[in-house]
């Protein structure tokens, strides 16, 4: 996988929800434990991995792949003299780049926000900084098969669900 396809997958998602939503998501996940700072980190961690993690993964997936997939239907990328597996390739590891950036910005408002209901409330960490970060690491080393899975499944899905096959 070249670089440049890369970047300029990157560049074609420079102003739209897709990073917004990098960023949003775990915000979100963070502010709503804050109500619960006995369980903070404990709820962080189940509210991210059990229930917003799979949408924010799926829809980044979908509207990674949705970019080139509008009123052209890949016509503007087909034509273009370059490599369409490798086109491909960088949908995947933009969408994987995009979702270890959220679980590290997870990991760090999970952190921090556990240090300051230790400073408000007194109430000690349940989970140590060597934990989170190995358990962020390996969701991060995972995720580009996660993301290839979910990348086809949504350009199968929506091939079928159109009457191609």
């Given at each position: 996988?070249?670089?440049?396809y890369?970047?300029?997958?990157?560049?074609?998602?420079?102003?739209?929800?897709?990073?917004?939503?990098?960023?949003?998501?775990p915000?979100?996940t963070?502010?709503?434990?804050?109500?619960?700072?006995?369980?903070?980190?404990?709820?962080?961690?189940?509210?991210?991995?059990?229930?917003?993690?799979?949408?924010?993964?799926?829809?980044?997936?979908?509207?990674?792949?949705?970019?080139?997939?509008?009123?052209?239907?890949?016509?503007?990328?087909?034509?273009?003299?370059?490599?369409?597996?490798?086109?491909?390739?960088?949908?995947?590891?933009?969408?994987?780049?995009?979702?270890?950036?959220?679980?590290?910005?997870?990991?760090?408002?999970?952190?921090?926000?556990?240090?300051?209901?230790?400073?408000?409330?007194?109430?000690?960490?349940?989970?140590?900084?060597?934990?989170?970060?190995?358990?962020?690491?390996c969701?991060?080393?995972?995720?580009?098969?996660?993301?290839?899975?979910?990348?086809?499944?949504?350009?199968?899905?929506?091939?079928?669900?159109?009457?191609?096959?």
């Amino acid at each position: 996988m070249e670089m440049a396809y890369i970047q300029a997958e990157n560049l074609k998602h420079k102003r739209t929800f897709t990073k917004t939503l990098m960023v949003l998501a775990p915000f979100v996940t963070a502010l709503m434990n804050f109500f619960a700072p006995l369980w903070f980190q404990l709820n962080s961690y189940n509210w991210w991995y059990i229930l917003l993690y799979p949408g924010f993964l799926t829809l980044t997936c979908a509207l990674v792949e949705q970019q080139d997939n509008g009123k052209l239907k890949y016509r503007a990328v087909a034509s273009l003299p370059i490599s369409q597996n490798k086109v491909w390739n960088a949908k995947i590891g933009v969408s994987g780049i995009y979702s270890c950036v959220g679980n590290f910005i997870f990991l760090v408002l999970n952190l921090l926000g556990g240090f300051a209901i230790f400073v408000i409330n007194e109430i000690p960490l349940t989970i140590g900084v060597g934990q989170a970060a190995a358990g962020t690491a390996c969701i991060g080393y995972c995720k580009p098969v996660g993301n290839s899975i979910v990348l086809v499944a949504i350009k199968k899905g929506g091939y079928l669900c159109r009457g191609y096959s």
